[in-house]
Structures are given as C-alpha cells and as structure tokens.
C-alpha cells in the first residue's frame, strides 16, 4: 500500500481510498501465507499525517477491502505520527483487517489517533485488537494497565481509561470512570460507540462520541464525568487516552454496555445561550434520587435554578421561563468545562410535576443572560 521508509518528514496522506493490499506467498516463497500492510512503517522520520483516509473500504463504504494489518509502525523510530484528528473530516476509517486495525510498534511513541473510526478488525478471529501496543516481549494481545504507568514499548505502553457506567440521556450520553497512569500528566481521552464489542472485551471504536481532557494527581489518578455524543442504550462504548504533549495514544479499554435512563422530558423554550439543562437517573420515587446537569454553559460563571410546579411560559432576557417559581436557588459556578451537576434530588411523598430551568451569567451574548431549555419532572409515588 504506502511505505514509508527512513528520512520521511512533513508527510501527508490525505483523502486516499486504501485496500485489498494482500500478497499470496507462491512456491519456493512463504507458500500458503498471506502478507500486506495497508499503511507500513520502517526506519526513523517525524511530523507524518494521515487524514480522511478509509483503510479497508470498498467505494461503498463496507469492510470487504482489509489487508493483513492495517497500519503497520513495526520497529520504527517515528515520531509525532498524527493518524486522524479532531477537525471535520480528519478522521480515517480502518476496518475489515485479517488481523490488527493499527500497530505499534516497540520502538514508536508519540504515535497520534484522533477521530478515527476503527472497526470490524481482527477478522480471521485470531484474537487480534483494533489498536495494539507492542512491547519489549513483541507480544500481542491486549496489554494490561500497570501502576503509574511506568514500562517500555509502542507508545510507552500508555494506560487506557476505565470507563465504569455509559448511559444514554438527553443531550448525548454520559461516560464515567477513571484512569490511573503516570502522576501529574494531562491527557485527551477519547470516546466511541459500537454495536457489539470486540471479541476480546477491548473496544473497537466505529463512532467517535467526542473528547475530554483530564490531569492525573501525585498517585496518577483522574477521575472523569462527561457528556459526549449520542449512543443508543445497548451500544458498547470504549475509550483511549493520549499522553499530552507528546501524543502517545492507548490501546482501546475494555468496553461497557450503553443503558437507558429514566430522564426528566425537554419542554424546550430556553432563550440566548447553549445551556442544556437534564436530570436522568432512577425513577424519583421513594428511595430514588437522580442527578440534575447543567452542560455546554459559559465556563466558570454563576447558576440559578428555578424549580415551580405550574408551567406558565413567560417572556425574559430574550428567552421564555418556564415554571412560575415555587424556589429559585443559586447552584454554584460552573466548572472550567462549562458543566455543573446539583444532586441526588431525592424523590418520594409523591406523584407530583416539577418544572425546572436554568439561568446563566453568559456575557458573550446582549442580554447578559442565557438561559438552559425547560424540563418537567415527573415524582412517583
């Protein structure tokens, strides 16, 4: 397919239809074998990019043209290889690979994958991953996580996170877990969604769901909460995290099984602003409680939230309030994301209808104000 050889810089590869890159071993040479790389890398050479591409794509967009590998970085000294991105079409597809999406290898760190879909790898069923890292044993297979990090190989071996619950609420859906890595380090973790899980537990990543950044403390854990994009409850959502700056990226993590929730209903209204206001958890009846998010909202600014049981739309800062007020209370300020949670809400002593709606200091807009979409929360008995 594409080789590269040593002394390669400033390198692009953008937009390219690869695949069906298979060698068939004849007599007296490897009779019997199948060979081919799609994307290969040997020798040393920095700052190479591959964007846009679909490895493994037939012209209608289905797996039928995988090679052997993928991409292929063997024991190569490369650095700052940048394989997609986070902008708008920057991502490559790689799928229908007899055995791994992407490799690499022992010898490689700062190896970037951003906003790829990588799927339907590992087709001969050889246990093969969607994205593996090599190490100094040239195992292959999934590669455990370890203690602050600390070992050798493709990418420095770099931990993938844990992603612990994924539910599909309102506005996208909600991955929370940990990852434990090298102390005091920032990191990109990135999220996707799947129909089925691989084989081995360990991703793959058809959709991408989005990015969050989080920084390890002194023991090399970081927490993480986030709303990302859309999956259906029964996806299978996975995740990677890249060491910043250097770029190095993870293998896959182990994937979780997207669940419904049971989600206050989006009355709409709002006004200026992007704030997305959502409670989903268990049913709020006795004994249930249920979280309340505010995302999307202007970074580190206040937040009032009014709760009414009567919903009487009402014309203010340019937007529509919903609930005539029974309390209205000062949440907090919003967090460097721009996302705030105020919860459990407990519910009991119902049925009852609450209507709820946030107003956010936001200056970037006349009124001063924005304020978040209304939603009516229903209180079991």
Same mark, same amino acid.
């Given at each position: =397919? !594409?080789?590269?050889?040593? @002394? +390669?810089? /400033?390198? &692009?590869?953008?937009? #390219?239809? $690869?695949?069906?890159?298979?060698?068939?071993?004849?007599?007296?040479?490897?009779?019997?074998?199948?060979?081919?790389?799609?994307?290969?890398?040997?020798?040393?050479?920095?700052?190479?990019?591959?964007?846009?591409?679909?490895?493994?794509?037939?012209?209608?967009?289905?797996?039928?043209?995988?090679?052997?590998?993928?991409?292929?970085?063997?024991?190569?000294?490369?650095?700052?290889?940048?394989?997609?991105?986070?902008?708008?079409?920057?991502?490559?597809?790689?799928?229908?690979?007899?055995?791994? =999406? !992407?490799?690499?290898?022992? @010898? +490689?760190? /700062?190896? &970037?994958?951003?906003? #790829?879909? $990588?799927?339907?790898?590992?087709?001969?069923?050889?246990?093969?991953?969607?994205?593996?890292?090599?190490?100094?044993?040239?195992?292959?297979?999934?590669?455990?996580?370890?203690?602050?990090?600390?070992?050798?190989?493709?990418?420095?071996?770099?931990?993938?996170?844990?992603?612990?619950?994924?539910?599909?609420?309102?506005?996208?859906?909600?991955?929370?877990?940990?990852?434990?890595?090298?102390?005091?380090?920032?990191?990109?973790?990135?999220?996707?969604?799947?129909?089925?899980?691989?084989?081995? =537990?360990?991703?793959?990543?058809?959709?991408?769901? /989005?990015?969050?950044?989080?920084?390890?403390?002194?023991?090399?854990?970081?927490?993480?909460?986030?709303?990302?994009?859309?999956?259906?409850?029964?996806?299978?959502?996975?995740?990677?995290?890249?060491?910043?700056?250097?770029?190095?990226?993870?293998?896959?993590?182990?994937?979780?099984?997207?669940?419904?929730?049971?989600?206050?209903?989006?009355?709409?209204?709002?006004?200026?602003?992007?704030?997305?206001?959502?409670?989903?958890?268990?049913?709020?009846?006795?004994?249930?409680?249920?979280?309340?998010?505010?995302?999307?909202?202007?970074?580190?600014?206040?937040?009032?939230?009014?709760?009414?049981?009567?919903?009487?739309?009402?014309?203010?800062?340019?937007?529509?309030?919903?609930?005539?007020?029974?309390?209205?209370?000062?949440?907090?300020?919003?967090?460097?994301?721009?996302?705030?949670?105020?919860?459990?809400?407990?519910?009991?002593?119902?049925?009852?209808?609450?209507?709820?709606?946030?107003?956010?200091?936001?200056?970037?807009?006349?009124?001063?104000?924005?304020?978040?979409?209304?939603?009516?929360?229903?209180?079991?008995?």
């Amino acid at each position: =397919g !594409i080789e590269f050889l040593d @002394g +390669n810089v /400033g390198t &692009r590869v953008r937009n #390219n239809l $690869i695949g069906g890159i298979l060698g068939r071993g004849q007599p007296p040479h490897w009779a019997g074998t199948v060979w081919g790389w799609a994307v290969y890398f040997s020798g040393n050479g920095n700052d190479i990019e591959l964007t846009g591409n679909t490895i493994g794509l037939d012209v209608n967009g289905d797996p039928t043209l995988g090679s052997v590998w993928g991409i292929h970085t063997d024991n190569s000294l490369y650095t700052d290889v940048r394989i997609g991105g986070m902008g708008p079409g920057e991502g490559n597809v790689i799928a229908g690979h007899l055995l791994t =999406g !992407i490799t690499i290898g022992r @010898g +490689n760190r /700062g190896v &970037r994958l951003a906003g #790829n879909s $990588i799927h339907s790898n590992a087709t001969s069923g050889s246990g093969f991953l969607g994205i593996d890292l090599i190490g100094t044993d040239l195992a292959t297979g999934v590669t455990p996580n370890d203690p602050l990090d600390e070992d050798l190989g493709g990418n420095g071996l770099q931990n993938y996170p844990v992603i612990a619950t994924a539910v599909s609420e309102m506005g996208g859906t909600r991955i929370q877990g940990a990852l434990d890595s090298a102390p005091n380090q920032t990191y990109t973790l990135e999220f996707f969604a799947s129909p089925t899980c691989d084989p081995t =537990g360990f991703g793959q990543g058809s959709t991408p769901l /989005g990015f969050a950044t989080v920084t390890t403390d002194s023991g090399g854990h970081a927490a993480f909460d986030v709303l990302v994009g859309t999956s259906s409850a029964g996806d299978f959502v996975s995740s990677t995290a890249t060491l910043e700056p250097e770029g190095s990226t993870s293998e896959f993590s182990a994937c979780v099984q997207t669940t419904g929730s049971t989600c206050a209903t989006n009355i709409g209204f709002g006004g200026p602003g992007s704030s997305v206001l959502s409670l989903c958890g268990t049913p709020l009846g006795t004994g249930g409680s249920a979280t309340l998010n505010l995302d999307s909202a202007p970074a580190n600014e206040p937040v009032w939230i009014t709760f009414g049981p009567t919903n009487n739309p009402t014309p203010l800062f340019g937007g529509t309030v919903v609930p005539v007020p029974g309390r209205t209370m000062f949440l907090g300020m919003t967090a460097a994301d721009g996302t705030l949670s105020f919860g459990p809400i407990l519910g009991g002593g119902g049925p009852a209808t609450i209507y709820a709606q946030a107003a956010v200091r936001d200056p970037s807009i006349p009124t001063g104000f924005g304020i978040s979409n209304a939603i009516e929360i229903q209180f079991l008995p």
